[in-house]
């Protein structure tokens, strides 16, 4: 067993900056992949961005190329997400997730262990 806890989430205005992280224990951090998904009111889940085991690759979605990025401190057993010129549609619930898979994968269905999330909202 996994368990993940984001925090870092909240209100800010059109523009700004948040980092979320999350803190994970349990079984080897680095046995896993770690991804981000976030989740809009209304709208599914959808894949943020993905960094592997060792931290040396990571994969984002289109939607916040550019303006966000994941990293990993695996001595705190922790992974990062820095969000840049946040805009309203930025505003869900962020989450974080482990894979035990051998590829970085974009599918939430893959992930193993997820955490109970983080609201982040945007206003305009």
């Known amino acids: 067993q996994v368990q993940l806890v984001e925090v870092g989430g909240g209100l800010v205005q059109a523009g700004g900056s948040l980092r979320l992280s999350c803190a994970a224990s349990?079984?080897?951090?680095?046995?896993?992949?770690m991804g981000w998904f976030r989740q809009a009111p209304g709208k599914e889940r959808e894949f943020v961005g993905t960094?592997?085991?060792?931290?040396?690759?990571?994969y984002y979605a289109d939607s916040v190329k550019g303006r966000f990025t994941i990293s990993r401190a695996n001595a705190k057993n922790t992974v990062y997400l820095q969000m840049n010129n946040l805009g309203p549609e930025d505003t869900a619930v962020y989450y974080c997730a482990a894979d035990g898979g051998v590829r970085l994968t974009t599918t939430s269905n893959e992930y193993e262990y997820w955490g109970q999330g983080t609201q982040v909202t945007v206003s305009s």
């Open positions: 960094i592997s085991r060792s931290g040396g690759s990571t």
């Open positions: 349990g079984r080897t951090f680095t046995s896993y992949n």
